[in-house]
């Protein structure tokens, strides 16, 4: 047997081998595993767009009356007005701006009518329940016991009329004196009952003019419109002395902390851009500077405007309010702020014996020498705008007893005369 026989049976006799052996374990191939693949591209970690936009208020609401009436006071646009702040426990901490007011002179009288209705009910409720507890008692205990005198006579007369002693008329007499009596009880029982359903009548009227006092005090508390929310109030649409109905728009207040940026983008950047993602917000100063804040994507617009073909996106920005500083070496503490330069006019009213300069009443103020004014100094640096700081000095008045409204009641003038005519040009200086 040369070589090459011996190799093919030792081959054989391995393959033989095998195949009368048991299984061995079949190896188990694994499934491969999911993968998301990108396509490789050149991008720009650290690209910005740079877009202008408009500033707005981000809501706005137009506010009117629950009640129908007179304006006596309505609050001036611009003002920064606050709403009512309460405790966990409801103790208010702060009262709310009121930003407008009702004559409540009819909602008044409309409470004190209800209150007198109330009063005369109560006092009709008292003198039925007294006669309840005391008169019918007394009243009944009269009629029993006429009742029962009656009975015995008309017992008594009976017998006597079965054995002949009496005449007819004699029993007739005592019978229809016991059903008299008997009858006089029954009718105090049903007065009795008639009164307690009266009773009942009466508290649920007491009940139902209770309910219409509260309407009544809650139409007089109606007659002060105040701040629902923290806001500056952006327009007015009456004025003091006009008649508004129920539900008629008075003012518009708008929230002004957040403020709405609206900026308009194209589609690429708003799949970039999610709700709350934090933007840079550049706002330019009027020396030049550069303000920065952070605003956050409050809504992107799921439509792009067809005449433009871009997208209207919302921010929201907290909003502050600058407050100019004094200049330098003005010590704050010696710092007061005013929103109103006076000038003082002359009135020719029939209410005045003589023309004679009057003044808004805000701008006369009181100490222990009297009255007094603060004249501007510099009104003339002040006007062309060359500062903002006024230079004032107090320069004593003599005030008036009467006062002109005017607007309503939004300014009141009076009548001033200055002790010291040479301290103040009623043609040039001004009054803080």
Same mark, same amino acid.
């Given at each position: 047997?040369?070589?090459?026989?011996?190799?093919?049976?030792?081959?054989?006799?391995?393959?033989?081998?095998?195949?009368?052996?048991?299984?061995?374990?079949?190896?188990?191939?694994?499934?491969?595993?999911?993968?998301?693949?990108?396509?490789?591209?050149?991008?720009?970690?650290?690209?910005?767009?740079?877009?202008?936009?408009?500033?707005?208020?981000?809501?706005?609401?137009?506010?009117?009356?629950?009640?129908?009436?007179?304006?006596?006071?309505?609050?001036?646009?611009?003002?920064?007005?606050?709403?009512?702040?309460?405790?966990?426990?409801?103790?208010?901490?702060?009262?709310?701006?009121?930003?407008?007011?009702?004559?409540? &002179?009819?909602? +008044?009288?409309?409470?004190?009518? !209800?209150? #007198?209705?109330? $009063?005369?009910? %109560?006092?009709? *409720? =008292? &003198?039925?329940? +007294?006669?309840?507890?005391?008169? !019918?008692? #007394?009243?009944? $205990?009269?009629? %029993?016991?006429? *009742? =029962?005198?009656?009975?015995?006579?008309?017992?008594?007369?009976?017998?006597?009329?079965?054995?002949?002693?009496?005449?007819?008329?004699?029993?007739?007499?005592?019978?229809?004196?016991?059903?008299?009596?008997?009858?006089?009880?029954?009718?105090?029982?049903?007065?009795?009952?008639?009164?307690?359903?009266?009773?009942?009548?009466?508290?649920?009227?007491?009940?139902?003019?209770?309910?219409?006092?509260?309407?009544?005090?809650?139409?007089?508390?109606?007659?002060?419109?105040?701040?629902?929310?923290?806001?500056?109030?952006?327009?007015?649409?009456?004025?003091?002395?006009?008649?508004?109905?129920?539900?008629?728009?008075?003012?518009?207040?708008?929230?002004?902390?957040?403020?709405?940026?609206?900026?308009?983008?194209?589609?690429?950047?708003?799949?970039?851009?999610?709700?709350?993602?934090?933007?840079?917000?550049?706002?330019?100063?009027?020396?030049?500077?550069?303000?920065?804040?952070?605003?956050?994507?409050?809504?992107?617009?799921?439509?792009?405007?067809?005449?433009?073909?871009?997208?209207?996106?919302?921010?929201?920005?907290?909003?502050?309010?600058?407050?100019?500083?004094?200049?330098?070496?003005?010590?704050?503490?010696?710092?007061?702020?005013?929103?109103?330069?006076?000038?003082?006019?002359?009135?020719?009213?029939?209410?005045?014996?003589?023309?004679?300069?009057?003044?808004?009443?805000?701008?006369?103020?009181?100490?222990?020498?009297?009255?007094?004014?603060?004249?501007?100094?510099?009104?003339?640096?002040?006007?062309?705008?060359?500062?903002?700081?006024?230079?004032?000095?107090?320069?004593?008045?003599?005030?008036?007893?009467?006062?002109?409204?005017?607007?309503?009641?939004?300014?009141?003038?009076?009548?001033?005369?200055?002790?010291?005519?040479?301290?103040?040009?009623?043609?040039?200086?001004?009054?803080?």
């Amino acid at each position: 047997m040369n070589d090459w026989q011996r190799l093919l049976l030792v081959a054989a006799t391995g393959c033989l081998l095998n195949g009368c052996g048991g299984r061995g374990e079949q190896p188990v191939a694994k499934s491969p595993r999911p993968v998301s693949t990108i396509t490789l591209a050149t991008t720009q970690p650290n690209r910005s767009d740079h877009l202008s936009g408009t500033v707005e208020a981000w809501k706005s609401e137009k506010l009117g009356f629950e009640v129908a009436g007179r304006v006596q006071f309505v609050v001036e646009p611009e003002e920064d007005v606050w709403p009512v702040l309460e405790s966990a426990e409801g103790e208010v901490l702060r009262p709310g701006t009121v930003l407008a007011r009702l004559d409540p &002179a009819r909602y +008044l009288l409309q409470v004190e009518s !209800i209150q #007198a209705k109330i $009063d005369a009910m %109560q006092q009709n *409720r =008292t &003198a039925v329940q +007294l006669e309840i507890e005391r008169v !019918i008692p #007394a009243e009944m $205990d009269g009629a %029993q016991a006429e *009742r =029962t005198f009656a009975e015995g006579e008309y017992k008594r007369n009976k017998d006597l009329f079965e054995r002949s002693v009496i005449p007819k008329t004699d029993f007739d007499r005592s019978l229809a004196t016991f059903q008299s009596a008997d009858a006089k009880v029954r009718q105090i029982m049903a007065r009795e009952q008639a009164k307690r359903a009266e009773m009942a009548s009466l508290a649920a009227q007491i009940k139902e003019l209770e309910q219409a006092l509260n309407d009544a005090r809650r139409d007089v508390a109606d007659c002060e419109l105040v701040a629902p929310f923290r806001g500056q109030v952006a327009d007015v649409q009456t004025i003091p002395g006009g008649y508004v109905e129920r539900g008629t728009p008075v003012l518009t207040l708008q929230m002004m902390d957040p403020i709405k940026v609206q900026v308009q983008v194209s589609s690429e950047t708003t799949r970039r851009l999610r709700y709350r993602d934090r933007v840079e917000i550049h706002v330019a100063k009027p020396d030049g500077g550069v303000i920065r804040r952070e605003g956050l994507v409050y809504l992107v617009a799921p439509v792009a405007d067809p005449a433009t073909r871009t997208f209207p996106v919302t921010l929201l920005v907290q909003n502050e309010k600058l407050v100019t500083q004094p200049p330098d070496g003005v010590d704050p503490a010696n710092l007061a702020r005013t929103r109103d330069v006076w000038e003082v006019y002359t009135a020719d009213d029939p209410a005045l014996s003589e023309p004679a300069p009057v003044l808004e009443t805000r701008a006369i103020h009181r100490d222990a020498q009297g009255h007094y004014v603060w004249k501007v100094n510099n009104w003339e640096q002040v006007a062309r705008k060359e500062t903002g700081l006024l230079n004032v000095t107090k320069v004593r008045v003599e005030r008036g007893t009467i006062e002109f409204p005017f607007l309503g009641g939004l300014w009141r003038f009076t009548p001033i005369r200055f002790l010291n005519p040479d301290d103040f040009d009623l043609t040039a200086d001004r009054v803080a």
